[in-house]
Structure formats: structure tokens, C-alpha cells
């Protein structure tokens, strides 16, 4: 059994201009059959934005930090608008002594700047010509000598894990200096670095598609100087469905970053008060929730319209043939 109609070959004549036909239509039908693969294989979100509803009173915070200090040194706890404060102990989280290195992540900093979005520029209009120099710089550095990487390599870290559950209300989440009694008041420790790197922070629990916008940063103290480091963070709720129509309550955020900086010797800081140094994670929620609905093309409509594409290309290839 042979399905396909057979021309003779006495019967056939050959020619370029055919030939070129040939090599033409079938690019064209390569390209539409992979189009059609591709959008069956991707699903199709689609966003939409409403007031949020759900009435929820946990937060879950996910993180995974290093910072450049010993263990010891650290307190993980959280405070919020209703006056709630929790300390984060072993039971919550895990503090694993590692050497401190930034690995593979970025410079916040340097990011920044590559955005045109430094403090130096303090909102100035970027021109583009300025941002694609900056852009190139900022990938040239990244490229020399592998410089990032060494930053602090080899120095005692503490990597502090874990998923822990505030209230869902305006609050902050900090790293901050164990309190060793009332020496801090007069003189804070030796080897206080809040340098940090940062893997993984997030709000809820993760979606195909999520974006963790702080994953693979790190931020420098500079040496001999006190900082604190503070996240501005928007929590965005968000509702993402399936293609099978699972719905998932988790949460997005945008951040937006400043640190405030103290030089360690008194002298040097001219009586300027010393603030608190540390890691300040603080966050609130948005009002509006974004819903994310994923879909998906059925099999059966992926093949009807394959079929229309080849057969539809193939009747009007013929057409212009025969004119
Ligand atoms: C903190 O540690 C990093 C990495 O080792 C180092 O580059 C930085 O100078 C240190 N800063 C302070 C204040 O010690």
C-alpha cells in the first residue's frame, strides 16, 4: 500500500527554478510546523491584576544567606507593625560555618550603576549612549581577570538557611550582632562585616516562571566601616494557576536597596552617632494581587493546525505553480 501519488521519472522534467521551489517551501514549512511546536510546547500566560482578596495572616520568608562574620556573631529575628518580635533559633533555621566567598554572584552595586541608577546621578534622565557604555564597562569588569571572585575568598562566613513564617503585615526581617551585654553600648566587637551574599529570598512558596530578583547578589562593607544594609521590599501576592487548573496562593516582590555606612574608629567618624549595622529586610504588601493563568494548547488543535499549515501552503504553492 503506497499512500503518495508516484510521478514517473521518464515523466519528470527537472529544473533550478524548481528546485529553488523546493528548497523555498520547505524552509517555509519547517518554520511553520516549529512555530506551532513551540507554542504547544509553552504555555501561554496571561496577567491580570486585581484587588487583592484572600484573607491570609502568614508570610513565609525563604532565604539563604552568607555573610562574612562568624556564626556567633549573628541574630536572625523579625519585628512588625503590631509589635511582635520573633527570634529565629536552631529550631527555625540552620547557621553552618563556610568560607565567605561572593562565587558567582554580582556586585548589587555595580548592577546598579549599569542601570544608570546610581545615587551619584540621583534620578537624572539616562541617556542611552551613557547606558551602553556602562553596560560595556560593567561587562568588561565582570570579565577581567575573574576579579569578583576573589573578593573575600578564604575568610570565615556564616551561611544562615531557612523558611521561617511572619505575620502578614509591614514588619523587617534582619540579620543583625548577637547582643553581648552592655560592652556594646561603648565598643562593638572586632571583625563585624555584613558582607553578604545572597542565594536565594523569596516570599512563599516558588512557581514555574517566578522571578527572585535579589538571588545572586552580594553587597560589600568597606573595609574599616560599620553598615547597614537595607532592602525596601514590595510584597506582591499572587495567584498562579496551572495549566491543569491548580491554583497557587504565593507572593512576588520588588525591591529597592539603600545601606548607610559608619566608620569604625571613633575618631574618624567625628561624634557622628553610630545606628545599628546589620542585614534589614523590610517589607509590605501590596494591595493589588497579580493572577497568573497559565494555558495550554490541546494536542488536537496542535495537529489541526499543522495540517492547515502544510496543506494550506501546498494548495497555494500549486496555484502559483500552474499561473
Ligand atoms: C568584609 O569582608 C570582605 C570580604 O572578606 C572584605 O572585602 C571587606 O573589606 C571586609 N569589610 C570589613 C569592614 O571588614
Known amino acids: 500500500l503506497d499512500a503518495f501519488p508516484k510521478v514517473e521519472a521518464s515523466q519528470q522534467s527537472r529544473s533550478a527554478g524548481g528546485g529553488l521551489a523546493t528548497v523555498l517551501v520547505s524552509l517555509l514549512l519547517t518554520y511553520l510546523v516549529w512555530g506551532e511546536f513551540h507554542s504547544y510546547w509553552v504555555p501561554i500566560s ?13 508570610l513565609l520568608i525563604n532565604f539563604d544567606i552568607t555573610v562574612a562574620m562568624t556564626c556567633q556573631r549573628l541574630t536572625v529575628d523579625s519585628m512588625d507593625v503590631s509589635g511582635s518580635r ?53 561587562r568588561s569588569h565582570i570579565g577581567s581577570a575573574g576579579a569578583p571572585a576573589q573578593i573575600g575568598s578564604g575568610t570565615d562566613g556564616c551561611r544562615v538557611l531557612g523558611s521561617v513564617v511572619v505575620n502578614k503585615m509591614v514588619g523587617s526581617f534582619h540579620f543583625t550582632l548577637m547582643p553581648q551585654g552592655l560592652a556594646d553600648l561603648f565598643m562593638l566587637p572586632r571583625g ?23 538571588a545572586n547578589h552580594f553587597q560589600l562593607a568597606p573595609p574599616a566601616h560599620l553598615v547597614a544594609f537595607h532592602y525596601l521590599i514590595s510584597v506582591v501576592p499572587t495567584t498562579y494557576v496551572d495549566a491543569q487548573g491548580r491554583a497557587l496562593v504565593t507572593n512576588q516582590y ?10 569604625e574608629d571613633p575618631q574618624a567618624r567625628g561624634g ?44 497555494c504553492v500549486g496555484l502559483i505553480h500552474r499561473l
Open 272 to 315: 557622628q552617632p553610630l545606628g545599628t549595622p546589620g542585614l534589614f529586610f523590610k517589607y509590605d504588601m501590596e494591595p493589588i494581587s497579580v493572577r497568573v493563568t497559565e494555558t495550554q494548547q490541546s494536542l488536537s488543535r496542535l495537529l489541526t493546525r499543522i495540517c492547515a499549515a502544510v496543506g494550506g501552503i501546498f494548495v
Open 192 to 214: 563585624v562585616n555584613f558582607t553578604h551574599r545572597i542565594d536565594h529570598f523569596s516570599f512563599g512558596v516558588h512557581y514555574p516562571g517566578l522571578v527572585d530578583p535579589l
Open 86 to 138: 520573633n527570634h529565629f533559633g536552631e529550631r527555625q533555621i540552620k547557621k553552618l560555618p563556610v568560607p565567605f566567598s561572593v562565587g558567582r554572584a554580582t556586585d548589587l552595586k555595580a548592577e546598579r550603576t549599569l542601570h544608570g541608577l546610581d545615587e551619584d546621578e540621583g534620578g537624572e534622565e539616562a541617556d542611552i549612549g551613557e547606558l551602553i557604555r556602562k553596560a560595556r564597562q560593567f
Open 254 to 263: 520588588a525591591v529597592k536597596d539603600y545601606s548607610k555606612s559608619w566608620a
Open 46 to 58: 496571561h496577567h491580570e491584576f486585581v484587588v487583592d482578596h484572600t484573607v491570609q495572616h502568614a
